[in-house]
């Protein structure tokens, strides 16, 4: 299996680029944002809950997204190997996702976290907010909250992946196909390296 993270800030292009990136190397996408829209779309209890946490910019709880996240692993066996979107995004969460899938054999092969300026990320959200309808976009001061949520709790995800020298910096400016570029070569480096 090879099992990626695409990290980075909100709007650093992480949903993007999955798109493109599951469909050349055939893996499973689990965007965590994703999960928690589809919940509030169906009205769920758990769907209720986040939707408060989400709409003010702030995470939701670590056992919430673990949750999702093991389920998720568990109901697609046989896959050639899993894009994680959006998580891990607190330390706990990163333990955790190690854990999951060690229990079946496997591990993260590369977190490849892309830079983008905040004025950059502020941009691209104000604009998206503009016709994408997530509240998250609402206005700036949620954007903006968004990342400071960021900053303070997920971006130390990285080194849980430097310090076993399972992480990259991609650089997330320039067209969408000039950074797609830049994660494939990393990706093909690690392929070769470790063909499955
Ligand atoms: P989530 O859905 O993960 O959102 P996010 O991290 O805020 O990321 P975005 O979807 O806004 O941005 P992106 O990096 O995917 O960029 P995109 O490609 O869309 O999380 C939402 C919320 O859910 C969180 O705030 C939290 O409350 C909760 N949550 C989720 N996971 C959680 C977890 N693990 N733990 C706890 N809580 C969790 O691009 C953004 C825009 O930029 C688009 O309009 C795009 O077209 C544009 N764009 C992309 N690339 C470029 C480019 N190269 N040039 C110009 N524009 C570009």
């Known amino acids: ?37 589809n919940e509030i779309a169906k009205q769920t209890p758990l769907g209720i809950e986040a939707k408060i946490l989400m709409d003010k910019g702030n995470l939701v709880p670590d056992a919430v997204v673990i949750g999702m996240i093991s389920d998720a692993i568990e109901n697609n066996p046989g896959v050639e190997g899993f894009l994680f979107d959006g998580f891990p995004r607190t330390a706990i969460q990163a333990d955790e996702l190690d854990r999951l899938l ?7 092969n590369i977190l490849l976290a892309l830079k983008v300026s905040e004025e ?5 959200l104000v604009k998206r907010g503009e016709t994408s309808g997530r509240p998250d976009d609402h206005n700036e001061e949620v954007i903006r909250a968004r990342i400071h949520e960021y900053n303070k709790k997920t971006a130390t995800v990285c080194d849980h992946y430097q310090e076993k020298k399972k992480a990259a910096f991609i650089k997330g400016e320039g067209s969408v196909e000039e950074i797609f570029d830049r994660l494939c070569a990393e990706i093909d480096v690690l392929m070769k390296k470790n063909p499955s």
């Open 120 to 124: 950059q990320l502020v941009q691209r």
């Open 1 to 37: 299996m090879f099992n990626l993270i695409l990290f980075g800030p909100p709007g650093s292009g992480k949903g993007t680029q999955s798109e493109k990136l599951i469909a050349k190397y055939h893996l499973k996408h689990l965007s965590t944002g994703d999960l928690l829209r």
């Open 102 to 108: 060690s229990k079946k054999n496997t591990c993260i």
